[in-house]
């Protein structure tokens, strides 16, 4: 359910709004602005109406505030009010509010617009998860990793917590295509990225597709030394399920070289180092005659 949170300083309209939207959203309402910028980062809202004649802080400046915030910045605004000179619509719609409804407002009116907002609302979510998904395999993307990853690296480095940092990558990938067909070949990475989605998520580990055929997952943990029996079998586990790869130099089944890196990243150490160590561990697996895991 999408939620939309209320500002305006007149009980009545808090309540009337409330009522004509609350069954459709998850209505939020606030008396100030004071109040509604405190409530936006809690309730993480997916559309603002908000007032502008209020007592302390205008609609004007609440507007500012939550645009010059990097995390309330994409929420749509639209201006309830009962200004109504056409300098002021303008000044609203500039500051980059979505939309400006003049009080006394009619009803179906502000509920049309709300609605049409949120349905915009809706299609840029969609399309901000389809743009960090993988479309073979289905996988969080390479975006979603420089994202994600960066974000875990800070979060071990404030809570002074181990990482893990895995990269994996298919053996003799390009003899697959080559002996099996390229069709084939996009039907074993969607298997390959199946079994690893199963087999990290069980260690609550999320695996995304970095690249052709290389996979990457970051685990934080405190118990990751406990987790590292459960790594250390990646590349057997998928030996097991035997994938046939005939023209493999290392096995006669589709196999798996691993690199994982334990570390506690400190204060001055950059994420993209630690990055390039995992993927040298990868590459110490491969030479070493790859189905393997080194850590
Ligand atoms: P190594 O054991 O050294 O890793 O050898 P490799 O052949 O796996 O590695 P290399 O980097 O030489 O080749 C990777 C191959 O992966 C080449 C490319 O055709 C294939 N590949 C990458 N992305 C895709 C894809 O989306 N679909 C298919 N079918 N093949 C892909
Ligand atoms: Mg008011
Ligand atoms: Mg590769
Ligand atoms: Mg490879």
Avoid at 123 to 138: G, K, N, P, V
Avoid at 255 to 281: M, N, R
Wanted: glycine fraction near 6%; proline fraction near 3%; charge should be negative.
């Amino acid at each position: 359910m999408f939620s939309i949170l209320l500002i305006d300083d007149e009980a009545d309209n808090l309540a009337i709004l409330t009522s004509l939207l609350k069954d459709e959203y998850r209505v939020f309402a606030s008396k100030s602005g004071e109040e509604g910028l405190e409530l936006i980062h809690t309730v993480n809202p997916d559309l603002i109406l908000l007032d502008i004649l209020m007592p302390n802080m205008d609609g004007f400046d609440v507007l500012k505030r939550i645009k010059s915030d990097e995390l309330t910045q994409a929420i749509p605004v639209i201006f309830i009010t009962g200004l109504q000179s056409p300098e002021d619509e303008e000044k609203g719609l500039r500051l980059g509010a979505t939309d400006y409804i003049q009080k006394p407002f009619h009803h179906g009116i502000v509920k049309a617009r709300v609605d049409n907002t949120i349905a915009l609302v809706r299609q840029t979510q969609l399309l901000e998860e389809l743009a960090l998904l993988d479309s073979l395999t289905e996988l969080p993307n390479r975006r979603k990793w420089r994202m994600e990853s960066e974000f875990a690296w800070h979060k071990a480095i404030n809570r002074s917590q181990n990482l893990a940092i895995g990269v994996i990558d298919i053996d003799c990938f390009k003899r697959f295509n080559d002996s099996y067909g390229h069709a084939e070949g996009d039907r074993a990475l969607k298997q390959i990225a199946r079994f690893l989605k199963n087999k990290l998520g069980a260690i609550d580990a999320d695996v995304y597709r970095y690249g052709g055929e290389e996979f990457v997952f970051i685990i934080e943990s405190d118990m990751l030394v406990a987790l590292k029996a459960e790594l250390a079998t990646i590349s057997q586990a998928l030996e097991q399920e035997a994938y046939p790869h005939d023209n493999s130099t290392v096995a006669k089944v589709l196999t798996v070289s691993v690199g994982v890196y334990i570390i506690k990243p400190q204060p001055f150490e950059e994420f993209s180092d630690a990055f390039d160590y995992a993927d040298k561990l990868m590459y110490r697996a491969k030479y070493d005659g790859g189905n393997q895991v080194v850590i």
